[in-house]
């Protein structure tokens, strides 16, 4: 990691941490039952048990797999493999965050779901563990696919369709006739790909779906595209927890809002 980036993200999460602030500082009724129900670490579901089982297992596990780099990858390791204990601390999101995305799925009641960068396929578990409708899952690096499909299908997870493709060969046709009620963005971390893939997809969305931008601190172009993000004119509520941004969509809000709020 460079000097800049490292000063990048430390001067970030400073200001996040001056600014951040809690659900009191809120006034709508629907982001307020949002926060409260998403944002409580309290609010615990059976399946974190199984799923935090499983983390624990891939945080010590020995065995490598090849890996390159595709786009700007969220954490940078050098070498051509790496093993699956490091890939798993540094490339999959931390449990609460993880335990955050399956709460928004609960809270939304979502359905159709989509994931851009699969990786080992833990976040992928959560999110499938979270809905009775379907994933969609897209990994470019053929071993994380194959790593991450022998996981599902170790631990039966079958609402699952993960595809091993770059992204924008498979949201080409992924978007035609879909849309989708929760989408992660955790992967090609660059500033062009980023807002690419937002404005794709928010095109693609329902009424009060949510759109996750991961690591939007993790470089000074990542923090540009989520400025650019919220200032788009779309119908929307942002939110800066600082590991992530958060994206709501809302027919029934004339000017974009934005928040900072701690978690």
């Known amino acids: 990691m460079s000097t800049s980036i490292a000063l990048h993200r430390i001067i970030h999460f400073l200001k996040y941490l001056i600014k951040a602030k809690d659900e009191h500082s809120i006034h709508s009724p629907f982001l307020f039952d949002f926060v409260t129900t998403c944002f409580d670490t309290k609010n615990y579901f059976y399946a974190f048990d199984k799923l935090n089982i499983i983390r624990q297992e891939l945080l010590k596990e020995e065995n490598s797999i090849e890996y390159s780099h595709i786009g700007s990858p969220s954490y940078s390791l050098k070498k051509n493999t790496r093993k699956i204990k490091d890939i798993a601390k540094v490339s999959v999101s931390p449990q609460k965050y993880s335990e955050l995305y399956f709460k928004i799925i609960q809270f939304l009641k979502a359905k159709d779901i989509l994931e851009l960068g699969t990786s080992l396929g833990l976040n992928t578990m959560y ?137």
């Open 127 to 263: 999110l499938a563990k979270a809905t009775t409708g379907k994933v969609i899952s897209i990994e470019g690096q053929k071993s994380l696919f194959t790593y991450a499909q022998n996981l599902l299908n170790k631990n039966k997870i079958h609402n699952v369709q993960l595809i091993n493709a770059y992204f924008d060969d498979a949201l080409s046709f992924l978007l035609k006739e879909n849309t989708y009620g929760f989408v992660l963005i955790d992967g090609n971390h660059t500033y062009d790909a980023t807002l690419r893939y937002f404005n794709l997809i928010s095109n693609h969305t329902h009424p009060l779906s949510v759109i996750i931008i991961d690591d939007i601190y993790w470089s000074p172009e990542m923090t540009k595209a989520w400025q650019v993000i919220q200032k788009d004119n779309k119908p929307k509520i942002t939110i800066d927890i600082y590991r992530a941004g958060i994206v709501i969509f809302n027919p029934n809000i004339i000017h974009p809002q934005h928040f900072i709020l701690k978690y």
